[in-house]
């Protein structure tokens, strides 16, 4: 959510910011907006004139006369139609502040899709095998690790059995990370996978994103509180952990790693490399969440890049960096880096890291402030990245280690948990 005296006082910059996005729909209409803005300040202020002038005639101890009464009678009828108009209006304005994007940042490409994302870095080679390399999926099912027929008979297309050494390769990934993100003083937390409305809109699901969350319980409304939803991401628990609260500011940068299975519907996505465990309905992941000063997220989000690089680098995986353009990022993010690893059997890249610098788009939704050093409330930065997840990485290391006699070599940093030096 935006301050609504930024919108006020720079609605030239929200009309680019949002051309920049390629962004249609009346929602972003910035000019119906200013007429609703201005018409909510009207009747707010008539509204409260009438209320004053009804509090007056309310605190008079002798009996009105019925002239008075009269008069009160009409004044009780327009505040109500003032309120009735007041109400239509305010639920519009609303509806354009929960739709309107954050700020992006100066740094940004601008672009409408993913033609415009930018390499900004690459590590490694891009392997080159002298055999006919098979896909991940063809690996696992030859080697007994990955069984999507009998989920699919169980739960349906893009959900897994992770078998045998394909199940120590997921918990050393995870335990991998935990350590290193531990290391570098996150603070480990396993947050619940059932969350109300209010997270998923106050982190920015709701409600551009709402197709892509599973709903547990029905209700009348997107704020009904007997709502609950799986989350897609532990972000969704973590942030909202703080909503609500004023935080201290010497306390700052707070870091959270988030460890939780995430659900997806992957609506829209009908036909986007959907075979094996790519793009699936349910996975596992490390979240690392930080809440920050506004001065120094850009900073904070430079060093979570370092823990997802040092992750990649030290699993063996090729990877580059991408910097997002302004077309191919959610209504909340300010800026955006996605890391892609090489799979040397499609000889393409596949995504999987992000790393979001939120600014106060999160804080200021979820109502989360703290004091800064002049005594002045501010809305904190959220910055929200990936440490790991368990099946994209699982499918690049068994693309990328696989040999010729079919076997896959385990990248050494994951041995202590697999228990051995060659699958298969």
């Known amino acids: 959510m ?11 910059v929200l009309k680019q910011n949002i051309t920049n996005r390629n962004l249609k729909g009346e929602q972003f209409d910035v000019d119906a907006f200013l007429e609703l ?16 002038l009804r509090n007056i005639g309310a605190q008079k101890t002798q009996k009105p006369s019925s002239e008075e009464i009269e ?4 004044v009780k009828e327009q505040i109500k ?9 305010d639920q519009k304005w609303q509806l354009h502040m929960d739709w309107f994007p954050n700020i992006t940042h100066e740094s940004m490409p601008i672009g409408s899709d993913e033609s415009g994302n930018k390499e900004i870095k690459v590590w490694g080679e891009k ?29 349906g297309s893009r959900f897994s059995f992770l078998k045998g050494d394909a199940a120590l390769l997921h918990w050393g990934l995870m335990s991998f990370a935990i350590k290193k993100v531990t290391q570098r003083g996150f603070s480990l937390m396993i947050p619940p996978v059932i969350v109300k409305s209010r997270p998923l809109y106050g982190t920015g699901y709701f409600p551009a994103e709402n197709d892509q969350v599973y709903e547990l319980t029905q209700g ?3 704020e009904d509180e007997q709502r609950r939803f799986l989350v897609g991401t532990s972000e969704q628990a973590l942030v909202s952990y703080h909503m609500d609260d004023m935080l201290d500011g010497n306390n700052l940068p707070i870091k959270y790693a988030g460890v939780s299975s995430c659900f997806r519907s992957e609506a829209g996505s009908w036909g986007k490399d959907v075979r094996g465990i790519k793009r699936v309905h349910q996975f596992d992941k490390v979240e690392m ?36 353009c302004t077309g191919d990022v959610g209504l909340a993010t300010h800026r955006k880096w996605d890391v892609e690893v090489w799979l040397p059997s499609q000889q393409t890249w596949m995504e999987t890291h992000s790393n979001s610098d939120l600014a106060s788009y999160h804080s200021r939704r979820l109502n989360i402030r703290y004091k800064n050093k002049d005594g002045e409330t501010v809305y904190p930065h959220t910055i929200s990245a990936t440490a790991i997840t368990n099946t994209r990485p699982i499918a690049a290391i068994l693309d990328t280690y696989q040999q010729e006699d079919g076997s896959v070599i385990v990248p050494e940093v994951l041995r202590e948990w697999v228990g051995k030096d060659v699958i298969g």
């Open 2 to 12: 935006l301050d609504i005296s930024f919108i006020r006082n720079n609605p030239e």
């Open 289 to 324: 969440i930080y809440f920050t000063t506004p001065e120094t997220s850009q900073a904070y989000m430079k060093e979570a890049l370092e823990i997802e690089e040092e992750i990649l680098q030290e699993l063996g995986l090729t990877y580059h960096v991408l910097e997002m």
């Open 37 to 52: 803005d201005k018409k909510r300040s009207e009747l707010t202020t008539e509204v409260e004139k009438l209320r004053a």
């Open 81 to 89: 139609e003032i309120e009735d108009n007041l109400r239509v209006v």
């Open 220 to 222: 009348e409304t997107i």
């Open 71 to 74: 008069k009160g009678r009409k």
């Open 127 to 155: 392997k080159i095998f002298n055999f006919d390399a098979q896909s991940h999926l063809d690996i696992g099912e030859r080697l007994d690790l990955i069984d999507v027929t009998k989920s699919g008979e169980i739960s």
